[in-house]
């Protein structure tokens, strides 16, 4: 059964002087201030696509880890996971850089490396995130 999930963007005014409010529809979760200064200045107090990018980002490879760390026979106790997703004014989104920190009982770092190498590449928002770099900095805790 696929699911579909939904936001909405309402935008008032130029791209410039204008905002925005995003609203997580399906969930209801949340609703966001967005504007232009915010994505290319880092403005304050409001979000950005590249943002909200970032959130299903690590959600997506956090759950795409919990689930190769269970697989192989390791579930994690714990994981913590940044994505942070660049964006430069007239060339676009540049790349996401997962950064992870976990607790995992009884696996070796390079097994845990390899897992999460895997993660990432088979993580549907990486595979959607395709046309970027995507690098991993993960650790054990």
Same mark, same amino acid.
């Given at each position: 059964?696929?699911?579909?999930? !939904? ?9 410039? $002087?204008?905002?925005?409010?995003? $609203? ?24 950005? %696509? ?22 192989? =026979?390791? %579930?994690? #106790?714990?994981? #913590? ?10 060339? =676009? ?19 845990? !490396?390899?897992?999460?190498? !895997? ?17 991993? !900095?993960?650790?054990?805790?």
């Amino acid at each position: 059964m696929a699911v579909t999930s !939904e936001a909405t963007t309402v935008w008032v005014g130029d791209l410039k $002087s204008g905002s925005g409010t995003t $609203s997580l529809d399906s969930s209801g979760a949340a609703k966001v201030a967005v504007s232009w200064a915010a994505r290319a200045e880092g403005v304050a107090g409001m979000t950005n %696509p590249e943002e909200l990018l970032g959130a299903a980002h690590s959600a997506c490879f956090s759950m795409a880890l919990a689930s190769a760390l269970a697989t192989f =026979g390791t %579930p994690p #106790q714990d994981l #913590q996971v940044t994505a942070a997703v660049t964006f430069a004014p007239g060339t =676009g989104i540049t790349g996401s850089h997962l950064l992870v920190s976990a607790r995992v009982h009884g696996i070796s770092e390079a097994d845990f !490396e390899r897992i999460a190498d !895997e993660a990432k590449a088979n993580c549907p928002v990486s595979r959607a995130l395709s046309g970027i770099p995507i690098t991993l !900095e993960a650790t054990l805790a």
